[in-house]
C-alpha cells in the first residue's frame, strides 16, 4: 500500500507560480510512477503530467507542457509539480497519483493509477 498527501495548494494571480508536493508512505515508492492529475468544478479528472519509477521520462499534458514540471526524489519519497505562468483555467484540484510496476506505457489514463491523494485546490485568479 502507499498513502499519497499532497501540499502546496493556493490562491495565486494569474502569472504566478506555485509548487505542489506529494509526500508518500511505503518502501516501493521509488518502483512507482507517478502522476498528477485535476479536476475542475463540473468536469472530468484530467491528466496533468508523469514520472517514471527512476524519474528519466515524464510526460505532460499540452495544456500545461512548457509551464509545468514534474520530479520526483526518492530519496524524500516525494513527487514535486512546478507550475509556473498560472492562468485560470489551470484552477482545479490537484492530484497524486502512483503506479505499480506495469509493462504498460500508458501514463494519461485515471485508470493506470493504483493509489490516489485527497488532493489539495489550486485557485488562479485572473
Known amino acids: 500500500q502507499v498513502q499519497l498527501v499532497e501540499s502546496g495548494g493556493g490562491l495565486v494571480q494569474t502569472g504566478n507560480s506555485l509548487r505542489l508536493s506529494c509526500a508518500a508512505s511505503?518502501?516501493?515508492?521509488?518502483?512507482?510512477?507517478l502522476g498528477w492529475f485535476r479536476q475542475a468544478p463540473g468536469k472530468e479528472r484530467e491528466f496533468v503530467a508523469a514520472v517514471t519509477w527512476n524519474g528519466v521520462n515524464t510526460y505532460y499534458a499540452d495544456s500545461v507542457k512548457g509551464r509545468f514540471t514534474i520530479s520526483r526524489d526518492n530519496a524524500k519519497n516525494t513527487v514535486y509539480l512546478q507550475m509556473n505562468s498560472l492562468k485560470p483555467e489551470d484552477t482545479a484540484v490537484y492530484y497524486c497519483?502512483?503506479?505499480?510496476?506495469?509493462?504498460?506505457?500508458?501514463?494519461?489514463?485515471?485508470?493506470?493509477?493504483?493509489?490516489w491523494g485527497q488532493g489539495t485546490q489550486v485557485t488562479v485568479s485572473s
Open positions: 497519483a502512483a503506479r505499480r510496476p506495469s509493462y504498460s506505457t500508458s501514463y494519461y489514463s485515471t485508470g493506470n493509477y493504483d493509489f
Open positions: 511505503g518502501r516501493t515508492f521509488s518502483s512507482y510512477s
